[in-house]
């Protein structure tokens, strides 16, 4: 899939990110707080013909989530089942999908390493297959996109910040992703989305968006915002002066 | 029962067309609802705000979000166009954001601390005339103003009645801005925006009220002389026995005193009716000047130890050679700045005309010849200004037949101003008084600020090229000629300044 919304109406951030993608650029880091849609733009924009594959980075994680393992199937044996990063490799068996690696900074040593071999440039990147001893080698069009929400890059492991050489700062929500928010909120939604510990997700706003529809505007607020909500709405209505039209 | 939190306000959630989006939270401290304390930083982004759940808290904190959303971050832009001073344009704005928060529905009137009564009464005790017309439009609107202007009659009537007054027209103006436009940030050039410039007109308006006080109060006809008071309400005390032991203060009782010309005469001085337009940049090139004019213009006296009359007499005390008699010398030049703009209607040798009658001059013309395009560097692209005359040598040729927009009539007088080398080297302006600024679009507001620019560095204005060499040979020949203004300055001076010099 390949968005379509005019670049130059977009805000700087998801500019960058348009303009990369079009470059072919095919390893970026997303990082900037958290709901302002990276992962969703990893997994839809740029070209995404050979399908897009999530792949969410813990602690607990076993290689088995990047690059497979046998497990049992409805024949009562065991078979092979492929992992995020082997599906991404293969794409559509012409072209090569898209991995998105969500806080891969966030997996273990093992994980890491598989990761490392697995978003190493392409020429240097094959992996074998240990039921059928095939060389997996990505295809072309392969690309990988990371999501985080560590600010400062440099804690990012060696190996792996040099194999990401684009890094963009995600620090507010794509436009589309407001589309689903009422207009009156679009602006305040913006602004809090990277307002570091005053931050309010855009997921509270579409919660709170559908809660007023239905209940007085208040309640609804202190239901989404909790204490927080007569700033929240003391704020929305200073925001409101210059949009309204007399 | 829920215990009622504090509620910190929220300036990041706030948006402005003027920065770009800054990441990360404000610096936001809680503060008592004390005049002086509260405050807002937008550059820095800090602010100092009550955080309680009462009205005042509320209305204080709401009017430091207000000035988060619509203020601007740097007045220096403002300050440098000189329109308005400092104090005014804070002042204009207090009033600008505390209309913006009653129109979201907040009750300004909870904004008072109850200091504005006395201070009121003490602006009159100090005569300070712009500390109380200043701070009449700072509280314009809120609580606080009512308060103020009872402790300013209690003491003076009339000034009571002229600051209520200024107050009313001021918000009348800004009223009268849809409240989109008034609230915008949208850039409009030279580090400006468009809903602080109402604030800069207004605040340019407050700077002429602010010059001149009201005349004393006037006992009004067949008032007894021996009934002082001053004192308006409340003075329960101020009966037949006490009279005699007061000090009179020779101020006629506030009850008795005629406001009514006091009101009429400050509603002489008008509002600009729009936001003016800046000055365009000055850019000056000087010509080859190969051709050398002898002359001079203007004598001046220098003290000397000969003569017939002593005029320097106190120079037989302070004078270690006893120089009490005068000697005249020729005059070394002086500048003149001759408006080249369409409006003059200057052909080449009329300019040239004007280069020839004033010898040792610098004589500097300007006129932006339709490209008014400003570099990244912030300058001019374009040559608008040139230097035809300098120390005693002028150009052979002048470099256009008829010039087109003034655009630069402020800079270039400040351009002379800067380069005279003494205080009172005399500088001459060819103008028919018809300024414009960028894009040569014209204002009263850059008439005035040319009119005092002029008045306040003793520039001649000389309304046409004919009067122009005449002037400049009569100042040659060391004879003074009074010169009328151009019309333009006349009827900017009857309208906004209510005819005032």
């Known amino acids: 899939m390949t968005t379509t919304t005019d670049n130059t109406k977009l805000p700087s951030c998801w500019k960058k990110l348009n303009n990369a993608l079009s470059a072919g650029i095919d390893r970026i880091i997303l990082f900037g707080p958290s709901g302002t849609g990276k992962t969703y733009a990893g997994l839809n924009h740029g070209n995404t013909q050979g399908g897009a594959h999530r792949l969410i980075c813990t602690e607990d994680m076993t290689t088995a989530d990047v690059c497979g393992a046998f497990m049992p199937d409805n024949k009562g044996t065991f078979s092979w089942v492929a992992g995020s990063a082997l599906k991404a490799w293969d794409g559509d068996g012409i072209t090569g999908g898209r991995l998105v690696a969500d806080e891969i900074d966030k997996a273990g040593g093992d994980v890491l390493a598989t990761l490392l071999a697995f978003t190493d440039t392409p020429e240097s990147a094959s992996w074998e297959n240990p039921e059928t001893g095939r060389i997996h080698r990505p295809r072309e069009g392969f690309s990988v996109i990371m999501t985080t929400n560590i600010e400062n890059m440099a804690e990012l492991p060696t190996a792996l910040s040099d194999r990401f050489p684009v890094r963009i700062r995600i620090d507010q929500p794509h436009p589309s992703a407001l589309t689903r928010l009422s207009s009156d909120l679009h602006g305040i939604a913006v602004s809090l989305a990277d307002a570091g510990r005053e931050r309010v997700s855009l997921r509270a706003f579409y919660a709170f968006d559908k809660l007023r529809s239905s209940l007085p505007v208040g309640e609804a607020a202190e239901l989404v915002f909790g204490d927080r909500a007569s700033s929240i709405l003391e704020a929305m209505r200073i925001d409101s002066l210059a949009r309204v039209t007399v | ?501």
């Open chain 2, 1 to 501: 029962m829920t215990t009622m939190s504090p509620v910190r306000p929220l300036p990041e959630a706030l948006g402005r067309k003027d920065t770009p989006k800054e990441s990360g939270e404000w610096s936001v401290n809680e503060c008592a609802p004390i005049r002086g304390l509260p405050v807002t930083n937008v550059s820095s982004r800090k602010m100092s705000a009550p955080m309680g759940n009462d009205a005042l808290s509320e209305v204080v904190r709401v009017h430091e979000l207000v000035h988060a959303k619509v203020s601007p971050t740097d007045l220096s832009p403002y300050l440098e166009r000189g329109l308005a001073g400092d104090d005014s344009l804070r002042s204009v704005e207090e009033m600008r954001v505390n209309y913006l928060a009653s129109r979201l529905g907040y009750d300004m009137k909870h904004l008072m601390d109850g200091s504005e009564d006395s201070y009121g009464e003490r602006v009159v005790d100090t005569n300070d005339w712009r500390g109380a017309v200043m701070f009449a439009l700072a509280t314009a609107g809120t609580g606080g103003h009512k308060k103020f202007l009872n402790g300013v009659r209690r003491k003076n009537k009339v000034w009571g009645a002229v600051l209520a007054d200024i107050s009313k027209r001021a918000m009348k103006e800004i009223t009268k801005v849809p409240q989109k436009r008034l609230a915008s940030t949208e850039p409009i050039g030279d580090g400006m925006i468009e809903g602080f410039s109402h604030t800069e007109r207004i605040a340019e308006w407050a700077e002429r009220m602010a010059t001149t006080a009201p005349p004393e109060p006037e006992p009004a006809k067949g008032e007894d002389e021996g009934k002082g008071g001053d004192t308006d309400k409340g003075d329960t005390t101020d009966d037949g026995d006490t009279e005699a032991s007061k000090p009179k203060r020779g101020r006629p009782k506030s009850s008795e005193v005629d406001t009514t010309d006091a009101v009429s005469a400050s509603r002489k001085t008008k509002l600009l009716p729009s936001s003016p337009p800046s000055w365009m940049k000055l850019k000056v090139e000087r010509l080859p000047l190969p051709i050398v004019l002898n002359g001079a213009l203007g004598k001046k006296r220098l003290a000397s130890q000969t003569g017939k009359v002593p005029r320097r007499i106190h120079r037989l005390i302070s004078d270690p050679n006893k120089r009490v008699f005068d000697r005249t010398v020729k005059g070394t030049g002086g500048i003149v700045i001759v408006d080249a703009s369409g409006s003059m209607s200057m052909s080449r040798d009329e300019l040239r005309e004007v280069v020839l009658s004033a010898p040792g001059c610098t004589v500097m013309t300007y006129s932006v010849m339709g490209d008014w395009r400003i570099g990244e560097d912030g300058e001019a692209v374009a040559t608008n200004a040139w230097v035809l005359a300098d120390k005693g040598r002028i150009c052979d040729e002048m470099p256009f037949s008829r010039g087109q927009a003034n655009g630069v009539d402020l800079p270039a007088l400040e351009w002379a101003v800067s380069n005279r080398p003494r205080s009172n080297t005399p500088i001459v302006w060819v103008c028919d008084g018809h300024v414009t600024g960028m894009g040569d679009n014209g204002h009263d507001s850059l008439t005035l600020q040319a009119m005092n620019f002029c008045s306040r560095h003793n520039i001649v204005v000389v309304p046409d090229t004919a009067t122009a060499c005449k002037y400049l040979t009569a100042l040659g020949q060391g004879k003074r000629m009074s010169v009328r203004e151009p019309w333009a300055f006349t009827d900017a001076r009857r309208q906004y300044l209510g005819g005032k010099k």
